[in-house]
């Protein structure tokens, strides 16, 4: 059974760089055909997808974020991770990771979850 | 960007009720669409891929349609377990877009 786990700091300074890392069992990062994402909640509002990399490092990003987003990954540990620079109050959310599956001719979004972690951007 | 009109944002039914829950896309998608449920505090899970196929686990009383741009999650029978709040994902076009959701509450 294929889980994810968010992790990183809970409280993030304006103007600073949020960083979260997902850790992945019961599946290989590097197995292929896989986009792993990131997607947030800001507090009672709904959901936005902030993008995906793949095993191969493939990248997209939501142009809404885009110019403040780096995700990356790291074979050898299982995990892939997520950079938001340039953090406002407006970033403080509830993140996370999932998995989005391309290995056929279509493509389907966003199962498993991880359980979310929630990031505060305040000074 | 692709938009998805969720109605309605919010409504009210009991126990054995049957509860239709409506999308629709600004574009056509073909049936790139996939319902999620999310309870207060957790992860939102899907339960519907492709439109109109049940995620293995998910009950039966949980199906999708399609009609054009027109996208349907019913639950039929409703239980305790599906008070939560519903949401529709595009999967056609990026960037990959979410309905504004449908809470569900208790009558």
């Known amino acids: 059974q294929v889980q994810l786990q968010e992790s990183g700091p809970g409280l993030v300074k304006p103007s600073q760089t949020l960083s979260l890392t997902c850790t992945v069992s019961g599946a290989s990062i590097s197995s292929g055909g896989y986009y792993w994402s990131w997607i947030r909640q800001r507090p009672g509002k709904g959901l936005e997808w902030i993008g995906y990399?793949?095993?191969?490092?493939?990248?997209y990003y939501n142009p809404s974020l885009k110019s403040r987003v780096i995700q990356s990954v790291d074979m050898s540990k299982n995990q892939f991770s997520l950079k938001l620079l340039s953090v406002t109050a407006a970033d403080t959310a509830m993140y996370y990771c999932t998995r989005y599956d391309c290995r056929g001719t279509s493509c389907y979004p966003f199962d498993p979850w991880g359980q979310g972690t929630l990031v505060t951007v305040s000074s | 960007d692709i938009q998805m009109t969720q109605s309605p944002s919010s409504l009210s039914a009991s126990v054995g009720d049957r509860v239709t829950i409506t999308c629709r896309a600004s574009?056509?998608?073909?049936?790139?669409l996939g319902w999620y449920q999310q309870k207060p505090g957790k992860a939102p899970k899907r339960l519907i891929y492709a439109a109109s196929s049940l995620q293995s686990g998910v009950p039966s009383r949980f199906s999708g349609s399609a009609s054009g741009t027109e996208f349907t999650l019913t639950i039929s029978n409703l239980q305790p377990e599906d008070f939560a709040t519903y949401y529709c994902l595009q999967h056609n076009t990026y960037p990959l877009t979410f309905g504004g959701g449908t809470k569900v509450e208790i009558k």
């Open positions: 574009q056509g998608i073909k049936n790139d």
């Open positions: 990399i793949s095993d191969s490092g493939s990248t």
